[in-house]
């Protein structure tokens, strides 16, 4: 073997990375049919089937997103802006995450109007929107809601739910500048890392995308929220 082999390990893991995306495509693909099959299904079965969706479709998130990172990190992450509206992209949203939430008991509240549009890559913000989503699920107690307006001449989306809320160090690490990963309190913070990322290489006019987290938002538990100019 020849010992002056160099091995980029960035490149190596996001090869990885495509490989599992694509075997973790075919699980989920197959939980889709079983889930068409659901009236057949036991009680327990169904709610086992909910989680393993929830889970395939949280790690397909973080996949997606460390390969987006890997791609910006060399300059290869090419942002494709296009007008696309918003009720489309939320029926898309729903679809992904509406198994989960029913067999939770949990309800989806859509507030869009129907002709609101705006110009945005959408499968990065679908991506964003998606793991904000995942992890609305995940704490909320009954209720979320997915909303999106015009204000102050940019394109505000929010993520609400009527959880506890996010803890005070998400808080403090979401809102400034964030430039790193905090891997601290157990938490990588990957998913609001990348969201800030892609809000911000959505930029027009001297103005540039933004994320925010707040508690007590429009359902009293955490709000996540992105800003596109």
């Given at each position: 073997?020849?010992?002056?082999?160099?091995i980029?390990?960035?490149?190596?893991?996001?090869?990885s990375?495509?490989d599992?995306k694509?075997?973790?495509?075919?699980v989920?693909q197959?939980?889709?049919?079983?889930?068409?099959?659901g009236n057949?299904?036991?009680?327990?079965?169904?709610?086992?089937l909910?989680?393993?969706?929830?889970?395939?479709?949280?790690l397909?998130?973080?996949l997606?997103?460390?390969?987006?990172?890997?791609?910006?990190d060399?300059?290869?992450l090419p942002?494709q802006i296009?007008?696309h509206?918003?009720?489309e992209?939320?029926e898309e949203?729903?679809?992904?995450?509406q198994?989960?939430?029913?067999q939770q008991?949990?309800e989806?509240?859509?507030?869009?109007?129907?002709?609101?549009?705006w110009f945005?890559d959408r499968?990065?913000?679908?991506?964003?929107?998606?793991?904000a989503i995942?992890?609305?699920l995940?704490y909320s107690?009954?209720r979320?809601?997915?909303?999106a307006?015009m204000?102050?001449g940019m394109?505000?989306i929010?993520?609400?739910d009527?959880g506890p809320?996010?803890p005070d160090f998400?808080?403090d690490n979401?809102?400034?500048a964030?430039h790193?990963?905090?891997?601290?309190?157990?938490?990588t913070?990957l998913g609001?890392?990348f969201a800030?990322?892609?809000?911000?290489?959505?930029?027009n006019?001297?103005?540039?995308?933004?994320?925010?987290?707040q508690?007590?938002?429009?359902l009293?538990?955490?709000?996540?929220?992105?800003?596109l100019?």
């Amino acid at each position: 073997m020849d010992s002056t082999l160099e091995i980029d390990f960035a490149t190596v893991l996001a090869c990885s990375v495509h490989d599992m995306k694509n075997s973790l495509w075919m699980v989920i693909q197959s939980a889709e049919l079983i889930q068409a099959e659901g009236n057949k299904l036991s009680d327990n079965a169904r709610e086992e089937l909910a989680r393993l969706n929830y889970e395939a479709n949280r790690l397909n998130s973080n996949l997606l997103q460390l390969l987006s990172l890997y791609r910006l990190d060399r300059q290869q992450l090419p942002v494709q802006i296009d007008q696309h509206y918003l009720s489309e992209l939320f029926e898309e949203l729903l679809l992904k995450n509406q198994y989960f939430a029913t067999q939770q008991s949990i309800e989806v509240v859509i507030r869009v109007d129907d002709n609101l549009n705006w110009f945005f890559d959408r499968d990065l913000v679908l991506n964003v929107l998606n793991d904000a989503i995942a992890n609305a699920l995940r704490y909320s107690n009954r209720r979320i809601m997915l909303s999106a307006e015009m204000t102050k001449g940019m394109l505000l989306i929010e993520v609400a739910d009527d959880g506890p809320g996010f803890p005070d160090f998400m808080l403090d690490n979401a809102n400034p500048a964030m430039h790193k990963l905090d891997l601290r309190h157990g938490h990588t913070g990957l998913g609001i890392f990348f969201a800030k990322l892609i809000a911000r290489a959505h930029h027009n006019k001297n103005q540039r995308g933004q994320v925010t987290l707040q508690n007590n938002g429009g359902l009293s538990g955490g709000s996540f929220s992105l800003t596109l100019p």
